[in-house]
């Protein structure tokens, strides 16, 4: 069964210009898929040497396995979307801790209101019938709420717009982090998903999310 980034790969070459993402999105919903379980997958992955492109995530795996490759131009991936069951304890423990923790993140927020660029919180939005989890960038610290960015639209999330300002509350809050130079502080959530993946996966994830050190949450 051949790879969705090699079907990928075959038809941008022979159309000779970037995919768009509806031609992206069809040649996924044709191509022969398989179930398996999550291991069985990891070890397909390491006799391959590769990552496949997750279907979930077709068009921005797809740019990221473009931009390995060097294929030009470059196109703007998105955000990427990890699903979660919001009834996994494992999960719902990364909330509590992230909250239990709040006096932390407040401590490495500028006391006079100052945004922070590389402090940033997730919240939950409605969307269909299921909810997003979306990271928020440039935290500041209001009293006893925070303020923070969009840096991301999700097609799903279309009241969402980059750049959008929200003020958030301790019990909205999902999740904090601070990214300092690749020294990671929180990110509960981010540790849950990371535990998940593969040795080869997580340096690929390392990478992503720009972390080189996990610090003590």
Known sequence: MPAL??????????????????????????????????????????????????????WYDWQMARREMGRLPDLDP????????????????TITDARESIARFCALLPQDGTPRPDALIKIRFP??????????????????????????????????QIGDRYQVTVGELTDWMVNDN???????SLRYHRALLSTTEQIAFDQHIGVSEYLDP
Request: aromatic share 8%; with cysteine.
């Open 5 to 58: 980034v090699v079907l990928l790969v075959h038809a941008e070459d022979k159309k000779g210009t970037p995919l768009s993402k509806d031609e992206v999105f069809a040649i996924r919903d044709k191509a022969i898929c398989i179930m398996m379980d999550v291991a069985d997958a990891h070890k397909m992955n390491e006799s391959r040497g590769y990552s496949d492109i997750d279907p979930e995530n077709c």
């Open 78 to 93: 998105g955000p990427r979307l990890d699903p979660v069951r919001s009834s996994d304890a494992a999960y719902q423990q």
């Open 127 to 160: 969307a269909e019938d299921n909810y997003v989890y979306l990271w928020l960038n440039n935290t500041a610290l209001e009293g006893n709420e925070f303020t923070a960015e969009a840096f991301e639209a999700p097609d799903s999330l279309p009241q969402c």
């Open 182 to 188: 690749g020294r990671l502080t929180g990110g509960f």
